[in-house]
Every structure is written in structure tokens, then in C-alpha cells.
């Protein structure tokens, strides 16, 4: 139970910071990956880390509810599947996260 939980509290929290960022509030980013966006352009930044933060959040969440379901039923598949989308959502959030920072800061640093 404790993994479920700690998995999906975190989820939502990683969600909500992608909600802000999608806002436009770049403001939870490190100030080294914002020193060179133009004013312009923090918006369309933010949505985009944003929606990667917010992929990553989902995708937690959904693998701590299918790891609850293996706990109570104690079918590896649930695993498997969870471990699997959260990889992947892991793998696509940093990318578009990457993708925003190179693109709007001109670099990673």
C-alpha cells in the first residue's frame, strides 16, 4: 500500500506543476533553462514542459493505481503493464521537456 501511495501522491504533484507550467508559469523551472527565452515565448515553453511534466504525473499515477491492483490480486501483468507506461511516458515527458528547453533557451545550459 505504501508504494501505491507514495507513487500517486507524487504523480499528482508532478501533474500539478505541469498544469502550472502549462499555464505559461515558467517559474518552477531552474533559472539557467529560462535566462534566454524571450518574453514571447515562455508561453508556448511552458506548455510544452508542461505537457511533458504532465505526462510524466499521468503516468505515475496510472502506475501506482495498476501497482494497487497487483497488490490485491497478485497478477504480475499489472506490473508489467504499469512498469511499461511508465517508461514510456517517462522517455515522451523528458523529451518534450528537453525538446522545450533546447528550442526556447537555444541549449540545454
Not at 3 to 17: P, R, W
Not at 78 to 92: C, T
Request: charged fraction near 15%.
Amino acid at each position: 500500500m505504501g508504494a501505491f501511495l507514495s507513487t500517486t501522491i507524487f504523480g499528482v504533484l508532478i501533474s500539478v506543476m505541469g498544469i502550472i507550467n502549462m499555464k505559461g508559469n515558467v517559474s518552477t523551472l531552474h533559472w539557467y533553462h529560462r535566462k534566454r527565452v524571450a518574453e514571447v515565448d515562455k508561453k508556448p515553453m511552458g506548455r510544452l514542459v508542461g505537457l511533458g511534466t504532465l505526462i510524466i504525473g499521468l503516468s505515475m499515477i496510472f502506475f501506482g493505481v495498476l501497482f494497487l491492483i497487483f497488490e490485491k490480486t497478485q497478477m504480475d501483468v499489472y506490473v508489467w503493464i504499469g512498469s511499461g507506461v511508465l517508461i514510456a511516458g517517462l522517455v515522451f515527458g523528458l523529451i518534450l521537456n528537453f525538446y522545450a528547453i533546447i528550442k526556447y533557451n537555444k541549449g540545454l545550459f
